[in-house]
Each structure stands twice: as C-alpha cells, then as structure tokens.
C-alpha cells in the first residue's frame, strides 16, 4: 500500500500544482486582456481626437482660403471697374 499511498500523493500534487497554474495563467490572461482593451481604447480615443483636430483645421484652412477668394475677387473688380472708369474718362 506504500507505494499507491506515495504514486497517489504524487498524482494529487501534480494536479494541485497544475491547478495552480492554471489560476495564476488565467489571472494572467485576464490582465492581459484587460490591458490590451485599455490600451485600444485609449488608441482608439487618440484616434477620433486626432481626427476632429484635422477637421478643425480643414475648417480654418477652408475658412480662410474662402477668405482670401473673397478679398481677391474685390480687389480685381476694383481693379477693373478702376480701368474701366479710366478708359471711358480718356
């Protein structure tokens, strides 16, 4: 009976042991998991901020080209009404 008393103490430590480590990978997966999730939300919210700061400067950049067109085409109507009156006046 020894030696069934030792081989079952042994088996029984084995999966005691193995049993053990599954806990500790399944902690383990669970923090990694967890990280990982964390990680791309916070990839994630880097990404839409990114976004909205270049859609923002499309905007102005948008804004201020319509500007610039706007000051332009006065300046050339002026430019123009200016020759027009100069030409009619000679």
Not at 24 to 34: F, L, N
Not at 53 to 73: G, K, P, R, Y
């Amino acid at each position: 009976m020894n030696k069934y008393h030792v081989l079952l103490i042994a088996a029984l430590a084995t999966l005691g042991m193995s049993a053990c480590d599954k806990d500790d990978s399944a902690t383990d997966q669970t923090s990694a998991a967890m990280e990982e999730s964390s990680m791309m939300d916070t990839v994630e919210e880097a990404s839409e901020d990114a976004m909205e700061t270049i859609e923002e400067v499309i905007d102005d950049a948008s804004d201020s080209m319509n500007e610039m067109m706007d000051d332009m085409s006065d300046s050339a109507e002026e430019d123009l009404s200016d020759s027009v009156d100069k030409m009619m006046n000679k």
